[in-house]
């Protein structure tokens, strides 16, 4: 029978547009996040990070923003490319000295 | 620094063979993690070592896997008797002393298939 696999939320942008990847996270005491992005074929990659004691952080085109009050934490990226494409996963550190907790990704598609 | 190296890239095997896969991880880092990566399951840590010794061995699927870090700059995960259900890609990942929830650096991962 056909096998069912994990079923990813897909973000299809244009090329030149913004994108907006969510993440909502699952413990309030969280107090480090990252998100990694992952192209076919290769390991997950670090992009930006952010602590509990911030709530926006820029980088080079990318922009995190994390709301504590919703729990959610957002990934902004300016001016999509076609690079830009891949699977982008949020990652919490619960508390303490645990490891990283990975969300189950989202998949960026940039139309050319 | 070169990364976290893994090998082998790609690994094909039988049923019944041990496959054994290796990591380096970023010098410096007291942190290693092992997962597997699968359509059906997603990213699932598998175990992970601080300062060479396994901390936390739940994510093991069963005794056929088992995972040594015998010096600081070497690991190995092995599963004997491998089987299909264990295709996938196995990813390697380092972190620096600060802590277990700090940053992961992953390799480039082992993408394993067992017929």
């Known amino acids: 029978g056909e096998s069912v696999g994990l079923h990813l939320p897909t973000l299809s942008v244009q090329e030149g547009d913004n994108s907006i990847i969510n993440c909502a996270y699952s413990?309030?005491?969280?107090?480090?996040f990252i998100w990694y992005k992952q192209e076919s074929g290769k390991g997950p990659q670090f992009i930006i990070d952010i602590r509990s004691n911030m709530d926006k952080r820029q980088g080079q085109r990318v922009t995190v923003l994390l709301n504590k009050t919703v729990k959610h934490l957002s990934l902004q990226i300016a001016a999509t490319q076609p690079g830009d494409s891949a699977v982008y996963f949020c990652?919490?550190?619960?508390?303490?000295?645990?490891?990283?907790?990975f969300g189950k990704g989202t998949r960026l598609s940039v139309i050319a | 620094d070169a990364g976290v190296i893994q090998s082998p890239r790609h690994e094909v095997t039988e049923m019944g063979q041990e496959v054994t896969l290796r990591c380096k991880p970023i010098s410096g880092h007291d942190y290693l993690f092992w997962y597997r990566q699968t359509m059906m399951r997603g990213l699932e840590l598998l175990i992970y070592f601080n300062n060479n010794v396994p901390i936390d061995d739940s994510g093991m699927p069963e005794d056929r896997f088992s995972a040594k870090m015998p010096n600081a700059s070497f690991s190995t995960l092995k599963i004997q008797p491998s089987e299909p259900r264990d295709s996938a890609v196995y990813f390697c990942?380092?972190?620096?002393?600060?802590?277990?929830?700090?940053?992961?650096?992953f390799g480039p991962g082992t993408r394993l298939l067992v017929l």
């Open positions: 413990n309030s005491a969280s107090d480090y």
């Open positions: 990942a380092s972190s620096d002393p600060r802590g277990a929830g700090e940053t992961q650096y």
């Open positions: 990652a919490e550190n619960y508390s303490g000295n645990t490891p990283l907790v």
